[in-house]
């Protein structure tokens, strides 16, 4: 079965930089999760869209910005990066039930 | 805030042995959904949980919504040296997002 597809799965930026990943959601998932995992954290949730819309919104910095396109990928963008940026970025996708599944996971560094 | 804590937060066992671990909250949620994570990898599904008082099993991994929706427990019987990672748990109340468990690492030695 078709899984979250993320891209790229690993980033090395340097400071000020910015950064794009990208998510593809399962066929057919029409609501898209971003969370963001620190070193030994648990996952914390960023933003969601559903229907390329945004449909909630939780501690995801000024400096971040999401979207939804028509085709329902999602793009997590991230302008002046910071060291404490680094982490595992994941993107979820549901449909219909409360269920989210997740991608694999892109690392971005930041040095 | 809503909250979610799991315990124990890590746990090393032997090879055969059984262990439960517990998700607890003063919220309710709608639902409640288990996750193993592999280290750099996404979490996982394992199990979602919806009725309150409700008990699924997945071969050894058994898993139990609370009757009033709060808490959740997983008991995996005879564990291997493969069921080591983290595990969590994640409940949704509202809005979809979701809300993580604090985690819990296990550790199966052979």
């Known amino acids: 079965a078709a899984g979250v597809i993320q891209s790229p799965r690993h980033l090395i930026k340097e400071k000020r930089e910015t950064a794009t990943l990208k998510c593809y959601p399962i066929?057919?998932?029409?609501?898209v999760y971003w969370y963001q995992q620190g070193p030994g954290q648990d996952p914390q949730f960023l933003i969601s869209f559903y229907e390329k819309m945004q449909s909630d919104k939780g501690s995801i910095p000024d400096r971040f910005s999401a979207q939804q396109f028509s085709d329902y990928h999602s793009e997590l963008n991230m302008s002046s990066l910071e060291l404490g940026d680094s982490a595992l970025y994941f993107c979820a996708s549901s449909f219909l039930t409360d269920t989210q599944y997740f991608g694999p996971g892109t690392r971005l560094t930041v040095l | 805030t809503q909250l979610l804590e799991q315990s124990p937060q890590f746990l090393s066992i032997q090879e055969g042995e059984n262990l439960t671990v517990y998700c607890n909250s003063s919220?309710?949620?709608?639902?409640l959904q288990w996750y193993r994570q592999e280290p750099g990898e996404g979490p996982v599904l394992l199990v979602t949980?919806?009725?309150?008082?409700e008990v699924k099993k997945l071969k050894r991994l058994t898993f139990q919504f609370g009757d009033a929706r709060k808490d959740s427990s997983l008991h995996i019987t005879a564990a291997q040296p493969g069921d080591t990672g983290l595990y969590l748990c994640a409940g949704v109340s509202g809005t979809y997002k979701y809300i993580f468990g604090t985690g819990t690492r296990l550790k199966v030695l052979a």
């Open positions: 949980v919806v009725t309150g008082g």
């Open positions: 919220s309710v949620f709608s639902s």
């Open positions: 066929p057919r998932h029409d609501t």
